[in-house]
Every structure is written in C-alpha cells, then in structure tokens.
C-alpha cells in the first residue's frame, strides 16, 4: 500500500468532517432523482467495463464500481437532506468502500505480504470509521449543549413570568413556550 492510498482516504474523511449542515450544497428532489439516476448508469457502465478483465484485476475492478456507487449515493443523499446523520453515513460508506477495495487488491499478493496488506486495510478503514464516530458524537454533544441551554433560558423566561399575575402571567408563559419551542 502507497502514501497515497493511506493519504487519499484521510483527506476526504478530514474535508468531510469540516463540511457543516449550513455548508451542505441542499439540492432539489429534481436534481437528487437525475443524479441518482446519473451514478445508477455510472455504475453499470464500469462494471461492464470489468467484463474485459480477469482474476483479480476484475475483481478490483468491480469492488471499485460498487464502491463508487455506494459513496456517491451516499453523498448524495446528504447533499439532499444536509443532515449530519447522513454526513456520518456518507462517511462510514467512504470507510467501507475503500477498505473493500484494499482488501481485493490484498488479494494479489500472498503470505506475510497480504496479511499486512489486509491489516493496513483494516487500520486505515477502524481510523475512517473513528473519525466517523467522533464527528457524530460531537454534532450529538453540540445537539445536547444547544437543547441545554434553550431549557435554561426557557425556565429564566418562566421566572420573570413569576412577578406576573393573571391574564399577563398566562400571556407571559404563553408567549416563553412559544419562543423556546416547548409544548403549549
């Protein structure tokens, strides 16, 4: 495996992990059914190009297509929604695609060289997925955070309603659930 196999895959990950849900290019349903439609035909025309090939190399050749596949559908499906749970999945679908691939390739070799060959696979794919996780984990924390301090602005705003009475104290309340989005 080269540096640039190991280098290529980290990249992607890292400009993945930076994009934010506001960063996302959002398209129209339009334009997600042709694309969808576009790496459909994509995929078939590289996988009948493998039909040329043999052994292993037609192998590789057909994890490749089924990679991209998986990976394009995957980004465009969170270039549809721009939600950071289909970030996460695009990225998981990059880590499993591309460790598939190491792995066929693995397969030209043989003895103490593939084993290794497998194990820098497996690395770089447990690394992706990691990376994967931790971005989740961080929108989960940020989620958590933002939820946190809306209930403890809401429950400030309840207090001030306090020194209301009547029909001002019952406005008060209303119009706190109201900003801070808690059921009526």
Known sequence: MNIQSVLKPA??????????????????KAEYQASKTRVSADYKTEKSACRSLSGNTKDVCIEEAKAKEKVALADLEFSFTGKTEDRNKALVARAESNYSVAKEKCDDKAGNDKDVCVKEAKALEVRALADAKMGKEMAEARKDASNDKRDADYKVALERCDSSAG????????????RFGMPS
């Open 11 to 28: 990249a992607t990950i890292a400009a993945l992990l930076l994009l934010s849900t506001a960063q996302s290019a959002m398209i129209t």
């Open 167 to 178: 029909d001002a104290k019952a406005n008060c309340v209303s119009a706190a659930k109201s």
